[in-house]
């Protein structure tokens, strides 16, 4: 079993994906299935934004990377907004 990596509250965006979302953690799918591995308590629910709609999606941490800016940038809602105003 791998570590938990996030806290609920953490500002997150899917790795090696310019254009993904800033997501904010909600919790950990602890209800999920678990698979042979053993895996199915890493699955991270994430809620973001788009045109205005709250949009709820399950990644696996690993595919996540945790965002060193979060809500500190208002109107910043993907990663490659975020390198063009920097």
Request: contains cysteine; charged residues 25%.
């Amino acid at each position: 079993m791998e570590a938990r990596k996030f806290k609920p509250g953490d500002w997150v965006a899917v790795r090696g994906d310019w254009n993904s979302p800033l997501m904010q953690v909600i919790n950990y799918n602890d209800a999920a299935p678990q698979n042979k591995f053993g895996l199915g308590s890493n699955l991270v629910r994430c809620v973001f934004y788009r045109n205005g709609t709250r949009l709820e999606k399950t990644f696996h941490q690993s595919r996540l990377v945790k965002s060193r800016i979060g809500k500190s940038l208002p109107g910043v809602a993907t990663i490659k907004q975020l390198h063009n105003r920097l």
